[in-house]
Nanobody, 123 residues
Framework: QVQLVESGGGLVQAGDSLRLSCVAS????????MGWFRQAPGKEREFVAT??????RSRYADSVKGRFTISREENTVFLQMNSLKPEDTAVYYC??????????????????WGQGTQVTVSS
């Protein structure tokens, strides 16, 4: 079991920055990668970014590339979000992948999820 707790969401204006954190506990040694996803009202959960615990290799959705940065430190994964836009408004979730899958942009790949943190960007 892996437990994930996100924090750092809030209400900001377009152009502002936020830093989300996800603290992992439990059997964290079973996880090979972490991901950030988001879900806006009425929409499906979508991939934002992923990072390998070991190598630090990361991938981003095209919609956030150049604005968001995923990083990891010990048992915490961060999502630095700059130049926020109203379309970034969503509940943001972190997730842990435990099977070594390469399909890291798919929510179905991930076994454990946090409770989510709301990010609202006003225009």
């Amino acid at each position: 079991q892996v437990q994930l707790v996100e924090s750092g969401g809030g209400l900001v204006q377009a152009g502002d920055s936020l830093r989300l954190s996800c603290v992992a506990s439990g059997r964290t040694d079973s996880s090979s990668a972490m991901g950030w996803f988001r879900q806006a009202p009425g929409k499906e959960r979508e991939f934002v970014a992923t990072i390998s615990w070991n190598s630090g290799r990361s991938r981003y959705a095209d919609s956030v590339k150049g604005r968001f940065t995923i990083s990891r430190e010990e048992n915490t994964v961060f999502l630095q979000m700059n130049s926020l836009k109203p379309e970034d408004t969503a509940v943001y979730y972190c997730a842990a992948e435990i099977h070594g899958s390469a399909a890291l942009t798919s929510p179905a790949t991930y076994s454990y999820w946090g409770q989510g943190t709301q990010v609202t960007v006003s225009s």
